[in-house]
């Protein structure tokens, strides 16, 4: 924890507690460039005090919403509309209903991939089955081959 930072909401002092960039890297077993890159593209905006970046709890669960979106695989463009839209609407509906379409779309994409993948291991598996067969033909040939050819 960053020392005279860290602050703890549930000991009822009524403070938010503040998280270090090491702090969220190493929680998330990601790097601090990985973390300074989201900032980059808007996607995180710790506070500073001094030279510090100081992420709040909000922050801390920006950060597992990226790295879920990623592991979805969403784009980190998707990923901030999605983020953004949180804070426009207090109902959340505008952010609900795209976060829907952007995964109903990913589920398509995924989809199309698994019969893509699903027809390229038949392909493969017939490939397969027809080399095999080749091989053994082949080396019929050779064992009768080398038995004619010692008598």
Request: no cysteine; hydrophobic share 35%; glycine share 10%.
């Amino acid at each position: 924890m960053i020392g005279a930072l860290e602050t703890r909401g549930s000991n009822g002092d009524g403070r938010a507690r503040l998280y270090s960039i090491g702090d969220l890297a190493a929680e998330f077993e990601v790097s601090q460039r990985a973390i300074r890159f989201y900032e980059d593209q808007g996607l995180l905006k710790p506070q500073r005090i001094g030279a510090n970046r100081v992420y709040t709890h909000g922050d801390r669960a920006r950060l597992a919403l990226i790295l879920r979106g990623k592991r979805l695989g969403f784009s980190l463009a998707d990923i901030k509309e999605m983020l953004d839209l949180y804070d426009v609407d207090p109902d959340h509906l505008e952010q609900l209903r795209v976060t829907l379409d952007k995964g109903r779309a990913r589920i398509a994409e995924l989809e199309r991939q698994r019969a893509e993948i699903d027809a390229t291991l038949v392909e493969l598996r017939e490939i397969e089955t027809a080399v095999v067969g080749m091989i053994r033909e082949r080396e019929r040939g050779s064992r009768k081959r080398k038995e004619g050819g010692q008598s």
